[in-house]
Every structure is written in structure tokens, then in C-alpha cells.
């Protein structure tokens, strides 16, 4: 039968490690609490910019633009259209929800995906839930012989550019 001092060396490597072990435990969770307390206050101190795309869009040449013709450009949300009157550039985001339109050729319209709204070329509003037509939007020439859109200003209708 072992005695009393050999019981004692035989549990003291049990108690040590347990005591490592949860010695451990402590330091791992005190890391992760800082490691979390430096992310949210890296995210907090950083700042909440929205960076946007620009209202100004540069659709090019207007030569690249064949009389009576309707371009719509996906990435900025607009068309540009010439007539014979001139240029000039409409919103392709639907007055009713905000979904973008598509120009049909061979029906000669702006007609709306989501919810049946159509335009005609010029804008007006032909049917659907649509409460208004789609805005014009300010078209000027750049130094550089550029047609220009600006996507935050709305112009009233027909008002063309002439080159
Ligand atoms: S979003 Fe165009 S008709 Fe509803």
C-alpha cells in the first residue's frame, strides 16, 4: 500500500497540468477579447464612405451616334438619343419602382420590365404604373468634342443639343 507522500507525487503532475491548462485557457480568451476589441474599434475609427460612381458620364463621339438611334448604356443607367432635332439623354430608371428599363427597336419603345410601364423615346409615358415620364437629362459637348451627361441634373423635355 503506498503512502501518503508517494499519493501526493503521483496527483501532483495532474493538479500542475490541470492548472496550465486552465492558466492557458485564461490567456487564449483575454487574446481573443483583445483581438476583437482592436477589430471593432479599427472598424469603428474607420470611416463609412459610399463611394459612388460619378453623375458624369463621358458616352463619346457624337459621330459614334447614328441619326434616329437609340443607345442605352447598362453601366451609368441612361440613353442617348439622337433625332433630328438632336441629342439627348433620358434615364433608363423607371419612374414606378426604379427598374431599369430596356429599349425595344422593333416596337420603337421604352418599355419597363418589372411591371409593364412603357415610354416612348422621348420619355412620355404610354401605360403602366408609372406616375411620371422618364426625366431628360443635361447633355452638354466637352472641350474635347465629348457628349457629356449629367445623371443629377434633370432638364425639361425636349430640349435638344445641337452640334
Ligand atoms: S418599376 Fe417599372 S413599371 Fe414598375
Known sequence: ????????????PAEFDRRAFFTKIGLGSLGIAAAG???FTYEFLS?????????????GKPENFAVNSVTMDVNS?????????????LSAV????????????????IACPCHGS???RTGEKIEGPAPK???WLK?????????????SIDIPPLQYLRI
Open 139 to 151: 447633355t452638354s459637348v466637352s472641350d474635347e468634342g465629348d457628349l457629356i451627361v449629367d445623371r
Open 77 to 89: 443607367g441612361i440613353y442617348l438619343v439622337r433625332a433630328d432635332e438632336g441629342f439627348f439623354a
Open 133 to 135: 415620364p422618364l426625366p
Open 47 to 59: 470611416p463609412n464612405v459610399l463611394f459612388e460612381p460619378s453623375a458624369i458620364v463621358n458616352v
Open 1 to 12: 500500500m503506498p503512502d501518503e507522500t508517494q499519493q501526493m507525487t503521483q496527483k501532483l
Open 37 to 39: 476589441t482592436v477589430v
Open 118 to 120: 412603357k415610354f416612348t
Open 94 to 109: 423607371c419612374t414606378h419602382l426604379g427598374c431599369l428599363t430596356a429599349w425595344n427597336q422593333d416596337l420603337g419603345i
